[in-house]
């Protein structure tokens, strides 16, 4: 089974800075991963996939790169409404797994 | 727009069995490259993905519930369910349906609203 690793756990930040947001892989899954966010009460939404794709609909705020075992999520100039907690997921192995999560508060 | 809806009861004693059916609507899990999964989410913790079945009836499973899970699907209701036996405390979760299409994101996108699952004698 495929570990994903989030760090940090949280990230307290200002409006209009910058978040980086990692997922470390046990092992690689080529770019075949994607990120989620989730708000209080909410369902996770798709954000990215293949690593660096914007889902339909996520603001261009929101980037992500890496491939292999090390992946990073950066918001930019962020928002209050980007507060929530942000999940990663790997796709390339069966079981289909997800990282612990990074919990976003501005 | 796509849409998809869990039901099921909300509490269930140990041991019983948790059925749950996920309806959904503007798509088909005939189509090509269409499956529908099930993820849950323990209270304050993480996301755990259970089961997924595609449109050709491929079934995949978490290696760790294998045992105790079952997935079909209904494709003249458009409904998923799950079946989860011996239900224990610990499977007290969030419930969450999820469309995963192969011919574009791979991932999960869009998800129900979820169903809390309370698992207490």
């Known amino acids: 089974e495929v570990v994903l690793t989030q760090s940090p756990a949280t990230l307290s930040l200002s409006p209009g800075e910058s978040a980086t947001l990692s997922c470390r892989a046990s092992?690689?899954?080529?770019?075949?991963l994607g990120w989620y966010q989730q708000k209080p009460g909410q369902a996770p939404r798709l954000l990215i996939y293949?690593?660096?794709k914007g889902a339909t609909g996520t603001p261009a705020r929101f980037s992500g790169r890496g491939s292999e075992t090390d992946f990073t999520l950066t918001i930019s100039n962020l928002e209050p409404e980007d507060s929530a907690v942000y999940y990663c997921?790997?796709?390339?192995?069966?079981?289909?797994?997800f990282g612990g999560g990074t919990k976003v508060e501005i | 727009q796509i849409t998809l809806r869990e039901s099921g009861p909300t509490l269930v004693k140990p041991t019983q069995t948790l059925t749950l059916t996920c309806s959904f609507s503007?798509?088909?899990?005939?189509?090509?490259?269409?499956?529908v999964a099930w993820i849950r989410q323990p209270p304050g913790k993480a996301l755990e993905w259970l089961a997924l079945?595609?449109?050709?009836?491929?079934?995949h499973y978490s290696p760790s519930l294998r045992t105790r899970l079952t997935i079909t699907k209904d494709t003249s209701k458009n409904q998923v369910v799950l079946t989860m036996t011996d239900m224990d405390p610990v499977d007290t979760a969030t419930y969450f349906c999820?469309?995963?299409?192969?011919?574009?994101?791979?991932?999960?996108?869009?998800w129900g609203q979820g169903t809390l699952v309370t698992v207490s004698s």
């Open positions: 999820a469309l995963r299409r192969v011919t574009e994101t791979h991932l999960f996108h869009p």
């Open positions: 503007e798509f088909s899990v005939s189509t090509y490259g269409v499956g």
């Open positions: 079945i595609y449109w050709n009836n491929d079934e």
């Open positions: 092992q690689s899954v080529g770019t075949d």
């Open positions: 293949d690593a660096s």
């Open positions: 997921q790997q796709r390339y192995f069966w079981p289909l797994t």
